[in-house]
């Protein structure tokens, strides 16, 4: 059975199968929302979950199949969970990475390391066909750094210090950070769900 993922973000594709393939030896490749041609979903709703679920659901109508979302974002202690939801746009223009972190540095310029805790979340959803829908969470904390570090990863990695490391997670090798990763975390967890609803496995 076809999984579509349902996001228009090449870089969280190539993350997903990295983490899914080798808990779901049933999976052949994801496919985006993107390469059916599908529009994206206002994503009005005001948690991770819903925004998922929002997401899963347009791609699930639209296509007739099972489809996959994630929603995440960064969520910083001092702005009391900002940016959140608005991750991806919070410097007003969606998905434009290096905008987002140099408001969010700018805005955390003068506080103090031991301040300057965070958490990346994300939210996963599967929904199907027949309109069942599974959502999970996954969670990493850390700390932000005062600038950015490391060319990997994308979004807020080059400043998110994730906690028991050294590094930002833009220094991290892919399989560190899918290893401890909020996306990581999240979708490991929900391995298991998905193979049993999509795969009969």
Do not use: C
């Amino acid at each position: 059975m076809k999984l579509i993922l349902a996001t228009h973000n090449e870089h969280k594709v190539a993350e997903l199968e990295a983490i899914l393939r080798p808990l779901i030896p049933e999976l052949e490749g994801l496919e985006s929302a993107a390469s059916l041609g599908l529009d994206e979903p206002l994503e009005n709703a005001i948690t991770f979950e819903g925004n998922a679920l929002i997401k899963a659901r347009a791609v699930a109508q639209a296509a007739g199949v099972p489809a996959l979302a994630d929603d995440s974002g960064i969520v910083v202690d001092v702005l009391g969970g900002a940016p959140g939801i608005f991750s991806a746009r919070w410097s007003g223009a969606h998905g434009d990475d290096a905008a987002n972190v140099a408001l969010l540095l700018a805005q955390l310029a003068d506080v103090p390391v031991e301040h300057r805790g965070a958490a990346f979340v994300s939210a996963a959803a599967l929904v199907m066909p027949d309109g069942r829908e599974f959502t999970q969470l996954g969670e990493v904390r850390g700390t932000l750094r005062f600038e950015r570090s490391g060319n990997g990863g994308f979004g807020y990695d080059p400043i998110f210090q994730p906690e028991g490391f050294e590094v930002t997670a833009a220094e991290l090798a892919p399989e560190q950070k899918n290893a401890i990763s909020h996306r990581g975390r999240a979708f490991t967890a929900f391995a298991p769900v998905i193979r049993r609803e999509v795969f009969g496995a």
